[in-house]
């Protein structure tokens, strides 16, 4: 598919693993120069390892996105590199599970601090520089935003202000020649899913299967429902 991107450039946040890793993979195979943050070094430099090629060059960048000085450093470093920015995917972050009960100050002030504050400042950093090309935002912001969890209280909390943040950039993209959107991806079969499939199995003595059914069960989402891949990408080597 050719979506005529070749020759622009991207950020995505949370570029290491998971629908980060996969949207920046399908970016640079549309020709577009990306940008790729996250916290782990490591992870970082598979993925440019897997996904940089003639015509396309990939930037990595080491930063804890809860740290304002670190989303306008990346944005400018971005800018820097490539000369130009056409879109910004605000994809990190990630809110703890559990009773709502249990969680506590730090819970809630962590998962907004990543999620919510990094896009904010992030596109806010990146805004005069979208300006110039007409470009785009797009916030991914999980399902939880419209379908709440007793088990998801911060996630679904943080995704929904995701969702309100858009429509006020998207509002005033409309002045600037901004555009701006979010994602409502529902389970998608990644690290972070695989993770939360073994807990469910361990604390009831459940197959793989049926801890799915189960996790399926309290969505209150029909069994079986088919999974849905985040990217046609090999898994990670096993060490």
């Known amino acids: 598919m050719d979506l005529d991107l070749r020759g622009q450039a991207a950020i995505v946040t949370g570029g290491s693993r998971g629908i980060g890793r996969a949207i920046a993979a399908r970016l640079a195979q549309e020709g577009m120069d990306v ?5 782990d070094a490591r992870q970082l430099q598979r993925v440019k390892s897997e996904i940089e090629g003639p015509g396309r060059r990939i930037l990595t960048q080491v930063a804890d996105l809860s740290e304002a000085g670190a989303c306008a450093t990346l944005v400018l470093a971005a800018a820097e590199a490539f000369g130009r920015l056409d879109l910004v995917v605000n994809n990190a972050g990630a809110t703890k599970r559990g009773d709502f009960l249990q969680l506590t100050d730090e819970d809630w002030a962590t ?31 999980g399902v939880g935003a419209r379908t709440g969890n007793a088990e998801f209280t911060i996630g679904g909390s943080v995704n929904s202000a995701m ?30 899913l695989t993770l939360r499939i073994e807990r469910v199995m361990a604390e009831h003595k459940l197959s793989h299967d049926d801890a799915y059914n189960r996790m399926l069960a309290d969505a209150r989402i029909p069994k079986m429902m088919p999974a849905v891949f985040c990217a046609s990408l090999p898994p990670w080597p096993k060490e």
């Open 35 to 39: 940008a790729i943050a996250a916290r």
């Open 163 to 192: 969702l309100n943040l858009t429509k006020a950039l998207a509002d005033r993209g409309v002045k600037d020649g901004v555009r701006v959107n979010a994602i409502n991806p529902g389970s998608i079969v990644t690290d972070r």
């Open 111 to 141: 998962g907004f601090g990543l999620k919510l504050m990094a896009a904010v400042r992030v596109s806010r950093a990146a805004w005069p520089v979208l300006m110039r090309t007409n470009g785009s935002i797009i916030n991914i912001a």
